[in-house]
């Protein structure tokens, strides 16, 4: 496997790649990865990349200044030998100052879908998700490339970037990998207490207990939203940080009435430092 930290090198072997007419296989992330990092790097073999490339570079831009981009984890050695395991042909390691070199001013916003759920909360959180993915898409080019559902309205506004700024790539999504007791695996569990790791599958069972609801006949965004708040007040370790209800893929506030059409339901909840995310998609049938 090659360890690449230079744009150049990176575009050197992917020149190499293309000429052997193989395609790229491209799997953002910010490292520390986990088996829902090597799900999307499995899905890119076996969708017929025949050459799958990584990159692990902690976004600075998708940070705000109160949240964890220096305490993040990190664990480059260990990651390298995830990747070699799983078969990654190379993997792009770039340093800080070669994503942002001095003067870069250049940013990517996508408007609307990015107002709502985790963009209301962590303002600018998007733009920096955007502006390091475009980066990442015009560097490598990949035909394909991956991410996982549990960052729901990250992949609708990937998709969307990607759509408005014709990037010619095709991003597939894989869904969310969960821990046995329905917990979300995501790089921030680390942060939870043996305590907190107990309380916190209850952001799954509260969103199955809204599908649930859903599937008995549950219409009404309010009353679903009020359970979803209701299951994690429930718990005293958890600190709600918003529930809600949106329509898939163009993420629009619902207050009324859900469907037809598939719909998210999405919560993000504290506990101690750890905020953590996780959502439902739900098929609304025509009544
Ligand atoms: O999901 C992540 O790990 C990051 O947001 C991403 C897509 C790699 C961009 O920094």
């Given at each position: 496997m090659?360890?690449?930290?230079?744009?150049?090198?990176l575009?050197d072997?992917?020149a190499?790649?293309?000429a052997q007419?193989?395609?790229?296989?491209?799997?953002?992330t910010?490292?520390?990865?986990?088996?829902?990092?090597?799900?999307?790097?499995?899905?890119?073999?076996?969708?017929?990349?025949?050459c799958?490339?990584?990159?692990?570079?902690?976004?600075?831009?998708?940070?705000?200044?109160?949240?964890?981009?220096?305490?993040?984890p990190?664990d480059?050695d260990?990651?390298?030998?995830?990747?070699r395991?799983a078969?990654?042909?190379?993997?792009f390691?770039?340093p800080?100052?070669?994503?942002?070199?001095?003067g870069?001013a250049?940013?990517?916003?996508v408007?609307?879908?990015t107002e709502?759920?985790c963009?209301?909360?962590?303002?600018?959180?998007?733009?920096?998700?955007?502006?390091?993915?475009?980066?990442?898409?015009?560097?490598?080019r990949?035909?394909?490339a991956y991410?996982?559902?549990?960052d729901?309205?990250?992949?609708?506004?990937?998709?969307r970037?990607?759509?408005?700024?014709?990037?010619?790539v095709?991003?597939?999504?894989?869904?969310?990998?969960?821990?046995?007791?329905?917990?979300?695996?995501?790089s921030?569990?680390?942060?939870?207490?043996?305590?907190e790791?107990?309380?916190?599958?209850?952001i799954?069972?509260?969103?199955e207990?809204?599908?649930?609801?859903?599937?008995r006949?549950?219409?009404?965004?309010?009353?679903?939203?009020?359970?979803?708040e209701?299951?994690i007040?429930?718990?005293?370790?958890?600190?709600?940080?918003y529930?809600?209800?949106?329509?898939?893929?163009?993420?629009?506030?619902?207050?009324?009435?859900?469907?037809?059409g598939?719909?998210?339901?999405?919560?993000?909840?504290?506990?101690?430092?750890?905020r953590?995310?996780?959502?439902?998609?739900?098929?609304?049938e025509?009544e």
């Amino acid at each position: 496997m090659e360890v690449l930290g230079k744009v150049a090198d990176l575009r050197d072997f992917l020149a190499k790649m293309r000429a052997q007419g193989k395609r790229i296989g491209f799997v953002p992330t910010m490292g520390f990865l986990h088996v829902g990092h090597l799900a999307l790097m499995r899905d890119a073999r076996s969708d017929g990349a025949d050459c799958v490339l990584a990159s692990i570079f902690v976004n600075p831009l998708q940070f705000g200044p109160r949240e964890d981009y220096r305490d993040y984890p990190r664990d480059l050695d260990r990651d390298k030998e995830l990747c070699r395991q799983a078969g990654v042909d190379a993997l792009f390691v770039p340093p800080v100052e070669e994503m942002y070199p001095q003067g870069f001013a250049t940013y990517v916003e996508v408007a609307g879908i990015t107002e709502v759920l985790c963009g209301r909360s962590r303002p600018g959180h998007f733009k920096g998700v955007a502006t390091v993915v475009a980066k990442l898409f015009n560097i490598v080019r990949p035909d394909y490339a991956y991410f996982g559902l549990k960052d729901a309205q990250q992949v609708a506004v990937i998709q969307r970037m990607a759509q408005d700024l014709n990037f010619p790539v095709e991003v597939r999504v894989h869904p969310t990998v969960r821990e046995k007791d329905g917990l979300a695996v995501s790089s921030r569990n680390v942060y939870l207490s043996p305590e907190e790791r107990k309380a916190a599958p209850v952001i799954y069972r509260t969103l199955e207990r809204a599908g649930e609801a859903v599937e008995r006949g549950e219409r009404d965004a309010g009353r679903l939203i009020k359970l979803l708040e209701e299951g994690i007040r429930a718990e005293r370790s958890a600190r709600l940080d918003y529930a809600e209800v949106v329509s898939w893929p163009d993420l629009s506030i619902i207050t009324k009435k859900i469907g037809p059409g598939r719909v998210l339901l999405a919560l993000a909840a504290y506990f101690g430092k750890a905020r953590l995310i996780d959502n439902i998609l739900v098929d609304v049938e025509v009544e």
